[in-house]
């Protein structure tokens, strides 16, 4: 929780977030490729889903998330939001 308070507040996720765009996005399916990448290359290094999926990858695909403007506070969280959700979801299961 901590790791992912820290992610968020320093502006960390929001980098590597648009890393992240920058390099495999020509097509939303890019970004759901790259959280995957992200997840997998992680994997070994943190052990435990929950580590993974909830304090690391999460904030980042936030970040990617609210930088496409989907936002569940706006009502707006079925533009990228919920696909990126569900990458994240499964990918951490799998990896």
């Known amino acids: 929780i901590i790791i992912s308070r820290g992610l968020l507040k320093t502006g960390l996720g929001m980098r590597i977030g648009y890393l992240l765009i920058s390099l495999f996005v020509k097509r939303t399916l890019g970004v ?29 695909m936030k970040s990617i998330a609210l930088s496409y403007d989907s936002d569940p506070e706006k009502g707006t969280e079925g533009k990228i939001g919920k696909y990126l959700t569900l990458v994240n979801f499964h990918s951490n299961v799998i990896t």
């Open 32 to 60: 759901g490729y790259s959280l995957a990448l992200a997840d997998l290359v992680i994997g070994p290094v943190t052990p435990s889903n929950t580590a993974r999926g909830g304090a690391i990858v999460h904030p980042i």
